[in-house]
């Protein structure tokens, strides 16, 4: 468990404390932007990866379960994981200033465009639903460091990216931020954006359905547990 909690720690340092921060642009402007990104790339997956292997070793140890999963929470997640992927796929594929150097995005007329009228972070925010629902099933401590990383990350990385955006574009990235909301729905609910579901286009939808669908498939196979309720 020790190696999960430093795993998950230097995942989250490595994101919190420096993506989106002034040394993130201190480091970047010493080294070159190209380099500061693959350099961080590496750093990202080999944690990621560190977090994945501490997670599976952590599990077959001693691991405290605080809560299990019922009939009704495994319903729950399935829907909440639903949600998640029509957040996470239309927002891989929607130009999105957010994202790792798409700044451009924003020249263009119609920066707010589809799943960007929901939330200015639709990858970040399906993330969060993701590991949200992964907790309502997963009650040991192990998935609650590695879920709660995770849903803590894709939290706060909307704050930090939103900082890092605003110092390097100024006004253009307020106008956006104006028009746009963090929180899904919250622009629209406020009248600052309206709902249209035909720019998200049916083949995104489709795509996410499929991936969902698919992923269902494959979890008892690649994790040896099916996320389907059942006995």
Known sequence: MTMLIAAAAAFLAIHLLISGTRLRDALAGAIGQGPYMGLFSLASIATLAWMGVAYAAAHRGADPLYWAATPATRWIQ??????????????????????????????????????????????????????????????????????????????????????????????????????TSAVPFAAILQRRQTLKLREIGATRIIAALAVWGALLAAHPYLFGVSPLPGP
């Open 78 to 179: 399935l829907v909440v994981s639903l949600a998640a992927f029509l957040l996470v796929v239309p927002g891989l594929t929607t130009p999105n200033p957010t994202s790792v150097r798409q700044e451009a995005a924003l020249e263009r007329r119609d920066a707010v465009r589809g799943v960007l009228r929901i939330t200015r972070h639709p990858f970040l925010c399906g993330v969060a639903l993701w590991a949200a629902g992964h907790l309502m099933v997963n009650g040991d401590l192990a998935s609650l460091v590695l879920f709660g990383s995770l849903l803590l990350l894709a939290i706060l990385g909307t704050a930090s990216i939103d900082a890092k955006r605003r110092r390097a574009l100024g006004e253009k990235w307020d106008a956006f931020a104006r028009a």
